[in-house]
């Protein structure tokens, strides 16, 4: 698979709604960091915290 590829993909699922698929194309465990006082925002604004699972990912697809 190319990166063009995966990119055209994860895009299509992006644009289709899909958080489930499109959190199959990150590895189980990702270490998705944001440089954002998470204590102070991530209680009001559900997309603006750290993501550790796929799960997450899907989570944060949906928020």
């Not at 698979?1 to 699922?13: A, F, K, P, S, W």
């Not at 102070?40 to 915290?49: L, Q, S």
């Amino acid at each position: 698979m190319t990166t063009r590829h995966t990119i055209d993909e994860l895009l299509r699922r992006i644009g289709a709604g899909e958080p489930e698929k499109i959190s199959e194309m990150y590895a189980d465990r990702v270490d998705w960091a944001l440089d954002w006082p998470e204590d102070r925002h991530g209680a009001t604004i559900p997309w603006i915290r750290n993501r550790s699972t796929r799960a997450d990912v899907a989570e944060a697809c949906t928020a």
